[in-house]
C-alpha cells in the first residue's frame, strides 16, 4: 500500500508559509494544501 503523503510531516512543516491560502492572505484558505502538494508530487 501506498504512502499516504510524499512529504514526511517534518518536510511538510517548512512548506505551508511558502504557500497561498493561508489565513493570514485574507479571503477564503484553501481546504488542504497537504493534499494539493501530495497530488503535484
Known sequence: ???RH???DAQWKLIPPLLPGEL????RPTAD???FVD???
Not at 493570514?24 to 479571503?27: A, E, L
Open 39 to 41: 497530488a503535484v508530487l
Open 33 to 35: 494544501n497537504r493534499l
Open 24 to 27: 493570514k492572505d485574507g479571503g
Open 6 to 8: 510524499a512529504l514526511s
Open 1 to 3: 500500500m501506498p504512502a
